[in-house]
């Protein structure tokens, strides 16, 4: 039996957003789970899509579980120094109150940007360790989007990360931790560590592992594992984070230095002999939509249109009208977009009611370059209260609360509008509303991949647009400060050259 300390601390940081993620981002949060503690953690994550929930579903019921705080931030700009501090600061105070503990484990997520740390799960963990000392085990889980790092490494005795994206293993990759460390419990702390990156950075939109190459690349590395190989990670990086190791890099831990530096460079090579499949072009919005209508005019399901750089799930702020433009411009016929947010265009629709007709400023309030409000005449159709529970292999069970809705149309194109920021990565967004995405002609989401797991089944056909927006595809735009030299900014492209 071992008392095993467990808590989760997550942010997916865009560094180059001009908000910034407050305490109240963590507290309350409307597509996840808010800040909950203590014996909270026990009543409120299992049997939820997350990677605690399959730590506890797996670990051995003859360990003692003390629980210690869990908050998901969701993603944004970087985390405040008073969010972070409240944070971390109260997690390591728990899990000091509870030492002495046998095991720590931690659900993270590896892309989280402080105020005061470029590597914040690093200075996390960097507490942890402080606080329980070299002998205790300490292992995590970790999200695909990691930005691993030498510290992450050092500080660990092992971790998983999810093999997909769509993230639809997120409990299976907490139950592997929860594998992990009971393996580290019976075996002892690992001997061996190794850690490499990739000379390049990878878009999020060529990282999904439904497809090659990046398919293959997680078969890999799970592959790799067994023996004196504890576990040998793959992380695909989150380019709008800025710090010096942001980018694909691979950790292994095990008992063997020899054979965990084997692995580590086995795979780390795979990877880079796949620079060029990860070289692919992308769209403008009128190229987008104008194709969208032309696969429509004879398809038998909708084509789906991805505003890849609106993606709230990379921080984006799910606000921006450079697609909608597109869609009335071109005059596109049972299209529908969502989720756009504007609290003060749900607010106007539902102060009209159904039925009504309203003229506003639609979206654009974040200052992004590029981005301006949709001035129109909209009809609103449906009113709702932003409840909902998510049904999609995304994240099926997730009780979504975006505030006030209202399904707005002008022309054949209907727009769903939350209160809230939320990816579209799961039908009931536009089912909530009354619009079945199956019945459409074009369907189009605020989102990067994390929606092909629900809407790609339905699909016809899958396009991928640029317009403005806070995660910007091409890395040769973002005013890196923090990272290292050298590094390709797209792969085959130029080199990272510090002002």
Known sequence: MARIAIGGFQHETNCFMPTRTDYAGFADIGDRPKLNRGGDVLEIMPGKSFSISG?????????????????????????????????????????????????????????????????????????????????????????????????????????????????????????????????????????????????????????????????????????????????????????????????????????????????????????????????????????????AMEIAATASKPVVIADTQDNPGCGGSADTTGLLEALVRNEAQDAVLGLLTDAEAAAAAHAAGEGAEITIDLGGRTPIPGVKPFPGTFEVVKLGDGAFTCTGPCVGGRVAAVGKTALLRIGGVSVVVASKRMQAHDQEIFRHVGIEPSEQKIVAVKSTCHFRADFEPIAEEVIVVLAPGGHIVDAREYPYQYLRAGVRLEPLGPEFEPA
């Open 55 to 291: 730590f506890l579903e797996t670990i051995g019921s003859e360990h003692e579980i003390v629980p210690l705080l869990w908050a998901g931030g969701g993603a944004g700009g970087y985390v405040t120094r008073d969010a972070f501090e409240r944070i971390a600061g109260e997690i390591v105070g728990r899990l000091s109150q509870a030492m002495p503990v046998d095991a720590v484990y931690f659900d993270l997520h590896g892309a989280m940007c402080s105020e005061d740390f470029e590597d914040s799960e690093g200075e996390l963990l960097r507490r942890v360790r402080a606080a329980v000392g070299p002998d205790v085990p300490v292992v995590i889980s970790l999200d695909y989007h990691v930005n691993l790092t030498p510290q992450m490494a050092d500080l660990t005795d092992g971790m998983a990360i999810y093999y997909t994206y769509p993230h639809i293993d997120r409990p299976e990759t907490g139950a592997r931790a929860a594998r992990i460390l009971e393996s580290v419990l019976k075996r002892g702390q690992p001997t061996a560590r190794a850690f490499r990156d990739l000379p390049f950075l990878i878009p999020l939109n060529f990282q999904c592992t439904m497809v090659e190459p990046s398919k293959g690349i997680v078969a890999r590395s799970a592959q790799g594992e067994g023996g004196d190989v504890l576990d040998l990670c793959y992380g695909a990086g989150f380019p709008p984070s800025d710090l010096h190791h942001c980018g694909p890099s691979v950790i292994a831990h095990g008992y063997d230095q020899a054979a965990v530096d084997k692995a580590a460079d086995e795979l780390t090579g795979y990877v880079a002999s796949l620079e060029e499949a990860f070289a692919q072009p992308m769209l403008t919005p009128d190229d987008g939509v104008q194709r």
